[in-house]
Nanobody
Framework: QVHLVESGGGSVQAGGSLRLSCAVS????????MAWFRQAPGEEREGVAV???????TYEDSVKGRFTISQDNAKNTLYLQMNSLKPEDTGMYYC??????????????????WGQGTQVTVSP
């Protein structure tokens, strides 16, 4: 089974930066989607960014230009570089993966395997 473990969360002031990591172990599909989601208290889990096996990326509008999703296949690690953080970026961040079916849509129902989450708190 594929296992995902997030790390790198913490507390930061608005305008600061964090880099989240997602360590991947176990077998993975040859064609896949890997994504970052976040969930604020009382809200639905929403997609932040997704990357596929070819390196193609898609971002949620509110993070475009500030966040960068990447993968280091040699280290079996997914990253989310977060710059210019805003208080509204606060939430629990999860990494997720699943088989790619034509296109990597950022929707929680399309991902079968999830990490445990890492908390990101941005103070004003």
């Amino acid at each position: 089974q594929v296992h995902l473990v997030e790390s790198g969360g913490g507390s930061v002031q608005a305008g600061g930066s964090l880099r989240l990591s997602c360590a991947v172990s176990g077998p993975i599909y040859s064609t896949y989607c890997m994504a970052w989601f976040r969930q604020a208290p009382g809200e639905e889990r929403e997609g932040v960014a997704v990357i596929d096996n070819d390196g193609s990326t898609t971002y949620e509008d509110s993070v475009k230009g500030r966040f960068t999703i990447s993968q280091d296949n040699a280290k079996n690690t997914l990253y989310l570089q977060m710059n210019s953080l805003k208080p509204e970026d606060t939430g629990m961040y999860y990494c997720a993966t699943d088989r790619k079916s034509g296109y990597c849509y950022i929707h929680r129902l399309l991902f079968n395997t999830w990490g445990q989450g890492t908390q990101v708190t941005v103070s004003p």
